[in-house]
């Protein structure tokens, strides 16, 4: 998860991911040189975070959420 030190959303993408069991990997643009330039780079965003689950780059907090909502975020945590 792209996130930075201070992002409310970043805390609630965690809390959720947690509360499934998930190991998260953090990667903290605010202390890269050029973070919010690499992560526009890999995922074509500038907002934190930005999530992946295995290779597959899930979006940010609200689109983790929809896939909680729906029912999919479950079967795709299986997958990783």
């Known amino acids: 998860?792209?996130?930075?030190?201070?992002?409310?959303?970043?805390?609630?993408?965690?809390?959720?991911?947690?509360?499934?069991?998930?190991?998260?990997?953090?990667?903290?643009?605010?202390t890269m040189a050029d973070g919010f330039g690499e992560l526009a780079r890999l995922t074509g965003r500038r907002t934190v975070p930005q999530i992946y689950i295995g290779d597959r780059h899930v979006g940010g907090y609200d689109d983790l959420a929809d896939l909680e909502f729906s029912g999919e975020l479950d079967p795709l945590l299986m997958l990783r």
């Open 1 to 30: 998860m792209y996130c930075t030190a201070i992002c409310p959303y970043c805390f609630q993408a965690e809390r959720l991911l947690k509360s499934k069991g998930v190991t998260i990997q953090k990667i903290f643009i605010d």
